[in-house]
């Protein structure tokens, strides 16, 4: 199985700043990875999909960007809104998995 | 509007069984892939399992093989998750989510249904 690792585990960052999240895949999935922004008691939400491409009607201030084995999930200006788990997910091979998740605070 | 009504969650004892349902609409739900993922309580997403189309070709994580079936009947706009033998750490809130581009990523999500095996 295809392992997927997430850095930092939380992550606490002022209104306005840039920040990055990493994901690590245990072997080469190309471009097959999406993100997803989890809110507390709520489903997550498809955010990137094919490592860089934005979903419909998410903001332009989230990005996408990596392949093979290192992606990285970037917030151009933190909002109060983004404070929630970000989650990795491979697509590459069967069990599809999930990285364990990055939780973003506001500062 | 692209909508997911799970149901069928509760509480059952290990061992026991429970089917759980998804009620898709707002868009052909016979022409894509469909999912189910859990999420146990405080911890991270898991896959479970996708199917196809026309309901053919099915795919498991290995922990829940021969003790779950994943199905649909596209005629009632519905996927189901059969859940038999089911151990304690089988307890998760179970999403139903639509699966884009042959099963590979997930949008949208339903709200999920809560299984709880307890004795």
């Known amino acids: 199985d295809i392992q997927m690792t997430q850095s930092p585990s939380t992550l606490s960052a002022s209104v306005g700043d840039r920040v990055t999240l990493t994901c690590r895949a245990s072997?080469?999935?190309?471009?097959?990875l999406a993100w997803y922004q989890q809110k507390p008691g709520k489903a997550p939400n498809l955010l990137i999909y094919?490592?860089?491409n934005l979903e419909n009607g998410v903001p332009s201030r989230f990005s996408g960007s990596g392949s093979g084995t290192e992606f990285t999930l970037t917030i151009s200006s933190l909002q109060p809104d983004d404070s929630a788990t970000y989650y990795c997910?491979?697509?590459?091979?069967?069990?599809?998995?999930f990285g364990q998740g990055t939780k973003v605070e506001i500062k | 509007e692209v909508q997911l009504v799970e149901s069928g969650g509760g509480l059952v004892q290990p061992g026991g069984s429970l089917r759980l349902s998804c009620s898709a609409s707002?868009?052909?739900?016979?022409?894509?892939?469909m999912g189910w993922v859990r999420q146990a309580p405080g911890r991270g997403l898991e896959w479970v399992a996708n199917?196809?189309?026309?309901?053919?070709?099915?795919n498991y994580v290995e922990s829940v093989k021969g003790r779950v079936t994943i199905s649909r009947d596209n005629a009632k706009n519905s996927l189901y998750l059969q859940m038999s033998s089911l151990r304690v750490e089988d307890t998760a809130i179970y999403y139903c989510?639509?699966?884009?581009?042959?099963?590979?990523?997930?949008?949208?999500w339903g709200q999920g249904t809560l299984v709880t095996v307890s004795s």
């Open positions: 707002g868009f052909t739900f016979s022409g894509y892939w």
């Open positions: 094919k490592a860089s």
């Open positions: 989510a639509r699966a884009l581009w042959f099963g590979g990523w997930f949008d949208p």
């Open positions: 072997q080469s999935i190309g471009s097959s």
């Open positions: 199917i196809d189309p026309d309901g053919t070709e099915k």
């Open positions: 997910q491979h697509f590459k091979s069967y069990p599809w998995t």
